[in-house]
């Protein structure tokens, strides 16, 4: 039975999730600021975690940024579920490690799909891969989540590098935009398309020693490769 932590101050959205996860089958416990919810992750050890940004104590990104910087809490999933709107506040959240980005008000019903496609995700990843991924003098480690360019460390977010492996394992491929947010993100959201064009953006910057390899397709989406 999969257990998820929620960190949230709202007294109404913590009954209103634990409510609703508890009836699918979650075990759901509850911090109520980040201090706390830092504590109860590393203790109770979550199989994924639902992270508001505004907290007393500890706000939500420090808490995302805590999470991701200690080894036994570094590889738990985290939705963040937040009040905040502004694509600035989306791109940090996820750029400090947050697996997903959800606003309030909120579906629940889009909240328990996001939940479960990130355990689908979390199982894709525990299944053995064929080895590294090579493209020139890229080469991807994917079980590690460990990329480098000419035997130099690539610094990439979670969802930069597994963008990175979608495209170097299909070159040539190109990718509708909202393949890849569904694919990456898990979910298919309209308001994450200027996320997934930021996440480009980066990820073509880290790669320009390889050259022009990330092209867009004007009306389509991306291609990796697609100039030799």
């Not at 009836?23 to 050890?45: M, N, T, W």
């Not at 199989?47 to 500890?58: F, H, K």
């Not at 939500?60 to 805590?66: A, E, F, L, S």
């Not at 020693?209 to 989406?221: E, K, Q, T």
């Amino acid at each position: 039975m999969s257990k998820i932590l929620l960190i949230d101050d709202e007294v109404q959205i913590q009954e209103l999730v634990r409510y609703n996860l508890e009836k699918e089958g979650f075990v759901v416990i509850i911090a109520s600021d980040g201090g706390q919810g830092l504590d109860l992750a590393r203790r109770d050890k979550p199989d994924l975690i639902i992270l508001d940004l505004t907290l007393p104590v500890i706000d939500g990104y420090d808490v995302c940024k805590n999470l991701r910087a200690q080894t036994d809490t570094a590889s738990i999933p985290i939705i963040i579920l937040s009040a905040r709107e502004d694509v600035v506040d989306k791109v940090i959240g996820l750029e400090l490690g947050a697996d997903d980005y959800m606003t309030k008000p909120f579906s629940l019903r889009e909240l328990s799909a996001r939940i479960k496609a990130r355990f689908r995700e979390g199982q894709r990843k525990n299944q053995p891969s064929n080895g590294p991924l090579r493209w020139g003098t890229l080469e991807i480690a994917q079980e590690s989540y460990i990329a480098t360019l000419s035997a130099q460390p690539l610094n990439l977010t979670v969802k930069e590098f597994e963008l990175l492996v979608l495209f170097v394992a299909n070159p040539y491929q190109v990718f509708s935009r909202e393949y890849l947010i569904q694919k990456v993100w898990g979910y298919l959201s309209s308001t994450d398309s200027r996320t997934l064009d930021v996440h480009i953006s980066h990820l073509r910057n880290k790669l320009k020693p390889l050259g022009p390899v990330l092209d867009s397709i004007r009306g389509v989406g991306y291609l990796f490769a697609r100039r030799e």
